[in-house]
């Protein structure tokens, strides 16, 4: 069995900082890609960054200069550092995780989302 869970989140005040942890466990053979999507209130879920294996990053150009995406290949781990925050940023937050699992088959997990709310 292979579990995501996510962390960090919070309620933080515009131009403010969070960081958002990731980390999946469980029979995992190995872990090909890691991304962070993000969900407001009313609006469809959005690809926010991705990190390969190689180390490889991708933002979405409304986070570019503001967020980045970090990882640790040895713990199956993922990081969102985000800066500058602003109210826009609000939504619920997911890990998303592409894998093969310890019996061989391909996987794409989803975390249970954190709640980020940037407010004054």
């Known amino acids: 069995q292979v579990q995501v869970v996510e962390s960090g989140g919070g309620l933080v005040q515009p131009g403010g900082s969070l960081r958002l942890s990731c980390a999946a466990s469980?029979?995992?053979?190995?872990?090909?890609?890691m991304h962070w999507y993000r969900q407001a209130p009313g609006k469809e879920r959005e690809l926010v960054a991705s990190i390969r294996s190689d180390g490889g990053t991708n933002y979405a150009d409304s986070v570019k200069g503001r967020f980045v995406i970090s990882g640790d290949n040895a713990k199956n781990t993922m990081y969102l550092q985000m800066d500058s925050l602003k109210s826009e940023d609000t939504a619920v937050y997911f890990c998303n995780v592409d894998l093969i699992t310890g019996w061989g088959s391909n996987e794409s997990m989803w975390g249970q989302g954190t709640q980020v709310l940037v407010s004054s």
């Open positions: 469980g029979s995992i053979f190995h872990v090909s890609g």
